[in-house]
């Protein structure tokens, strides 16, 4: 088969960055989410996009007509009619995604392949819920994917290989870097690597040991990277932590402080760069700054 037809399941910060990098690569595209506000919200996120892309793509003048030309609907029958490719992007949530694969089973054409975008899950975890095992797994997008272009593509014991081609294929056309992995891992290649990094970073500022600015100039200046666990976790966004140091905090008192500490910067509204302060205020972050490291 050959994609042509994508739907977008959940319009958030990295769903609105997929949907808008498979238009501005020339597939038609339908975003999903559960209500008009949500599709609003959406939509607002992906204006800042056109000026990014600019910049970012010789041909990026073309991403002004990107966002009148993507469908919003908040249908999922009609978001679905004539899908080729169904790209989950929902909350990271087992009973939720089940739920929802649930329903997309009853109202999507068989043609459609379905993967999901999960950061942390597998695609056993809720294939008892797809009508099309062998037409499912994952496809994972780092957050922005203009410039962290991969796109991990993981498939379960029973989906078949050609749709994993199929999505090799579907990545590199929209100028993604595809790396097939050969079994399920919970955290793909990336979050494997970058998690433990992570959460030791996290670690040292739960435990009183440094603070953010601190822990990210240390590692910076030491091997040269570009940025430091706090300031890759306002890139991701500061839900998406919380939401797994909340998920371990039961048994593990460090994960609990952390959960505590990102909370209350969730409450004061401090989320991350999309937010425009997390960690850092932003534009302009104090670890870009060149005397930041002296």
Do not use: C
């Amino acid at each position: 088969m050959s994609i042509k037809n994508v739907t977008v399941a959940g319009g958030g910060i990295l769903g609105g960055q997929i949907a808008f990098q498979s238009q501005f690569m020339g597939f038609n595209v339908t975003v999903y989410d559960v209500n008009d506000s949500a599709l609003k919200h959406s939509e607002q996120l992906m204006t800042s996009y056109p000026d990014i892309y600019k910049n970012f793509y010789e041909d990026g003048q073309k991403a002004d007509e990107v966002i009148e030309n993507i469908r919003f609907s908040s249908n999922l029958a009609d978001a679905v009619q004539d899908a080729d490719l169904v790209i989950e992007a929902i909350p990271e949530n087992v009973n939720i995604k089940k739920d929802f694969y649930k329903q997309l089973s009853r109202v999507a054409p068989q043609k459609a392949i379905f993967v999901s975008n999960s950061s942390t899950l597998v695609p056993s975890q809720f294939v008892d819920s797809v009508d099309r095992p062998e037409k499912f797994l994952a496809l994972h997008f780092a957050n922005q994917i203009w410039v962290n272009n991969n796109a991990e593509i993981m498939g379960h014991a029973g989906t078949d290989e050609k749709y994993i081609d199929e999505l090799v294929k579907f990545a590199r056309d929209i100028r993604m870097v595809p790396f097939k992995l050969n079994k399920e891992q919970h955290g793909y290649i990336l979050n494997s690597l970058l998690v433990p990094f992570l959460d030791a970073g996290q670690k040292l500022w739960a435990n009183g040991v440094s603070d953010p600015h601190t822990i990210d100039k240390a590692w910076m200046l030491a091997t040269k990277a570009p940025m430091g666990p706090f300031a890759i976790l306002d890139v991701v966004g500061l839900q998406t932590p919380y939401n797994l140091a909340l998920s371990r905090s039961d048994t593990d008192e460090e994960q609990a402080k952390i959960a505590r500490l990102i909370k209350e910067m969730i409450d004061e509204g401090h989320t991350g760069l999309a937010a425009g302060k997390g960690f850092y205020e932003y534009p302009n972050p104090e670890y870009q700054q060149e005397s930041f490291l002296k």
